[in-house]
């Protein structure tokens, strides 16, 4: 019989798994959960290669977000390809998308498209912000004022004044 595996995956060690770990056994009924902390590139990924190991043909693998298997649509694709080939079903929760038949595999890759779209679009708009405020003589929201409000505590810091003390005097 078939097992539903879960993959979850973090980028930082501060950030939490639980979350994920509960959806993938509570809601979609994951025997076992693999994780990854703190890695970004697919290959670099113990758990996913653990789990890749594990499973068996017609094992369903299950996500919740389609970001937990990579940033950009290209990197989902290459990760979700040996799933394919190995006869795996895929499954990402909250998208509600599989690969189950062809229709269902179109609708992942135009969904998977559109979310890529999005990507570039915010990463233009993040440069077009960091442009505009250097145009403005500001550094990330910043002017050149706060700078140097902020330098004058940091000296005063190192000269032995309390932080909270310099900092209210960063702010008069």
Request: net charge neutral; aromatic share 6%; hydrophobic share 40%.
């Amino acid at each position: 019989m078939p097992n539903v595996l879960g993959y979850a995956r973090v980028s930082t060690s501060d950030q939490d798994l639980n979350a994920q770990r509960r959806r993938l056994t509570e809601d979609a009924g994951a025997i076992r959960v693999f994780d990854d902390i703190g890695v970004d590139k697919r290959a670099d990924r113990p758990g996913l290669s653990e789990m890749l190991g594990f499973c068996r043909t017609g094992d369903t693998i299950c996500v919740v977000r389609l970001d937990r298997l990579g940033r950009s649509l290209r990197e989902v694709l290459e990760t979700i390809d040996p799933f394919k080939a190995r006869g795996l079903a895929f499954r990402s929760l909250e998208e509600g998308l599989d690969i189950a038949s062809a229709a269902r595999e179109l609708a992942f890759h135009f969904f998977g498209t559109i979310a890529h779209y999005e990507c570039l679009l915010i990463n233009e708009h993040s440069r077009d912000r960091n442009g505009s405020a250097c145009a403005r003589d500001k550094r990330h929201g910043q002017s050149a004022n706060d700078i140097d409000k902020l330098a004058s505590a940091l000296k005063l810091v190192e000269g032995g004044i309390p932080v909270a003390q310099a900092a209210r005097s960063r702010t008069h």
